[in-house]
């Protein structure tokens, strides 16, 4: 196997895992994480005013600025997607 090739193989590998990653975020249960209830409030609250701000927070680890991002997430969308339908 050429160096071209193996470095090819590397980064095939790389995104496949980075891609699994992503999608276990994504269907992560954070339900139950306060920093995921936070971001849905603050989502909610920003519908309110129908902008969509910037939040700062300092989160105890990496797990919970996930957790308030996808809280987040879900809850703008959600309720963006009930907008559309009325």
Known sequence: MGPALASASAQE???HYQS????QNNQRDWSNNSSYQMGQREAAQ???HNKQRKHRHHYKNDEDRQAYNAGYQNAWSHDSDQDHRH
């Open 20 to 23: 699994q990653d992503h999608n």
């Open 13 to 15: 590998h790389d995104n």
């Open 46 to 48: 920003d519908r309110q």
